[in-house]
């Protein structure tokens, strides 16, 4: 069985999340999604609309997603690939050759970012439709 994995914040979840994760899952047999703690999304820098346990209970409606498990720090990452057994590590090309470190355990594969689309333009769409 060959697994994939994947890591992200998968807040207001949209089509662009929906892309990577289908491509994901047609790169093996079982996806896991490593979805960020509300914790380390203060150290992304990022504020979600959605909890933890929000976004891990929508991720895990998604049909292309076959297990979902914290992400807690960078650091994690080798750890997951090795424990989980691991055998391809996929994220969106805004990230491109930023894991390439984790090519010693798994495949490695960047794949082109949805365009016209992100969590942070919802936000900032629906702040103009609201204000008028
Ligand atoms: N994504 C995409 N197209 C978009 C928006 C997002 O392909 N239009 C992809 C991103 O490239 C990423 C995944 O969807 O692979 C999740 O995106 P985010 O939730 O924004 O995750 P991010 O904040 O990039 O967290 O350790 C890695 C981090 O947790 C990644």
Redesign the pocket.
């Known amino acids: 069985m060959k697994k994939v994995i994947?890591?992200?914040?998968?807040?207001l979840l949209h089509h662009?999340?929906i892309?990577?994760l289908r491509r994901a899952k047609a790169l093996g047999d079982h996806l896991t999604v490593a979805i960020?703690s509300d914790e380390f999304n203060a150290i992304?820098g990022?504020k979600a609309y959605h909890n933890f346990e929000t976004r891990k209970m929508i991720l895990e409606a998604i049909r292309y997603v076959d297990q979902v498990i914290p992400?807690h720090q960078?650091e994690q990452k080798i750890d997951d690939v090795r424990k989980h057994h691991i055998d391809t590590f996929v994220?969106?090309d805004?990230?491109h050759g930023k894991f390439d470190f984790l090519k010693d355990y798994c495949e490695v594969i960047y794949?082109p970012?949805?365009i016209g689309?992100?969590?942070t333009k919802i936000k900032k769409d629906m702040q103009t439709v609201n204000n008028g």
């Open positions: 994947t890591y992200g914040t998968f807040d662009g999340h892309n990577i960020s992304k990022k992400e960078w994220m969106g805004d990230w794949l970012r949805t689309i992100s969590t």
